[in-house]
């Protein structure tokens, strides 16, 4: 089936730290990949995707790319900002048709100044 | 609207009771989903509808939970006969086509099973 792997929370990091958030899939067929945001209060907002092997999707400074030989989507950030504290999904969407997502748990960042 | 709308926002019913969760999707949008997430857990899918035709709706849990979008546009999702287990955030998410375009989501019902 497909599944969504995610780094447990939360990461507790001081601003202007280098942020890594772990994220593995197992898939069948060639999924897109996604992550998406969620601020305090907000709902889930894209932050970035990928469509296929070694794409890199960005967007404010975050970074991800598609990894298929080790079927990974981790999410990076060199330098983050207090504002940056939100939870981070990871989903993936297999390419057979409408938007099904599936998500992982989530990792919850916490950014102290 | 500018974006997804949910209502209400929080929902707090008595075990047994029916609710009625609204979404109104962004306009000219023609999928919508529905998605619950218990919490610490990620969202998962529930059911689909493109235009008014419910195209899937193998996520829901049991034949309690029910769906529907008669006019195309908004949603209501219904959960009969309430249970504990189904407290949970219920997002609704729109795009704007079926296939290969972003979804939008709602900031969600906050429900509550007592």
């Known amino acids: 089936g497909n599944s969504v792997t995610q780094m447990e929370g939360p990461v507790t990091l001081s601003e202007e730290a280098f942020l890594t958030i772990n994220c593995t899939y197992t898939?069948?067929?060639?999924?897109?990949l996604f992550w998406y945001v969620q601020y305090p209060g907000e709902g889930l907002q894209l932050l970035l995707k990928a469509t296929k092997a070694d794409d890199k999707g960005s967007n404010k400074g975050f970074e991800a790319t598609y990894r298929k030989e080790t079927t990974s989507f981790h999410l990076e950030k060199g330098s983050v900002q207090v504002s940056d504290s939100a939870v981070y999904f990871c989903a993936l969407r297999v390419n057979t048709g409408f938007q099904k997502l599936v998500f992982g748990t989530g990792t919850r960042l916490l950014v102290s100044p | 609207g500018a974006g997804v709308s949910q209502s209400p926002r929080y929902k707090v019913t008595k075990r047994g009771q029916d609710v009625a969760l609204r979404c109104d999707p962004i306009?000219?949008?023609?999928?919508l989903y529905w998605y619950r997430q218990a919490l610490g857990q990620g969202p998962e899918f529930l059911t689909y509808f493109n235009y008014e035709a419910q195209q899937d709706k193998s996520g829901l849990p049991n034949d309690r939970f029910s769906a529907e979008r008669p006019e195309g546009s908004i949603s209501t999702l219904t959960i009969q006969r309430t249970e504990q287990r189904d407290s949970a955030m219920y997002r609704c998410?729109?795009?704007?086509?079926?296939?290969?375009?972003?979804?939008?989501f709602g900031q969600g019902t906050r429900l509550t099973v007592v």
């Open positions: 306009s000219g949008h023609v999928s």
């Open positions: 998410a729109s795009s704007l086509a079926e296939v290969n375009t972003e979804a939008f």
């Open positions: 898939a069948t067929g060639y999924p897109s």
